[in-house]
């Protein structure tokens, strides 16, 4: 018999990993799907960045470089930043 306290532990437990895996799989599903409304596969990508820490409050800010504007950048340093960007770009 499962009690009100088993149900309230259940609800308020963290999801584990296959939880997770599971979540993604369906929310690239979605996203994938042409017959879905857009606005149900935009919000597919948004979860799937979110849960990869790519977009939103947890994910990883911006480098700003050595602080200088890109006015003030020579082409070397243009460029280096630029490989930078394609090397990693969620700054990670």
Known sequence: MV????RESET??????AD??????????I???????????????RTILEVQQ???????????GAGKPLG??????LEDELARLRADPFGR
């Not at 308020?12 to 990993?17: E, F, K, N, T, W």
């Not at 996203?31 to 990508?45: G, L, S």
């Not at 977009?55 to 990883?60: C, E, I, M, N």
């Open 3 to 6: 009690t009100k306290s088993d």
């Open 72 to 77: 003030q950048m020579t082409r070397a340093e």
């Open 20 to 29: 997770i895996d599971l979540a993604l799989m369906v929310a690239r599903d």
């Open 54 to 64: 790519a977009l939103g409050k947890h994910a990883a800010k911006p480098d700003a």
């Open 12 to 17: 308020h437990s963290q999801p584990g990993a």
């Open 31 to 45: 996203a994938a799907d042409p017959t879905k409304p857009a606005a149900a596969r935009v919000q597919a990508v």
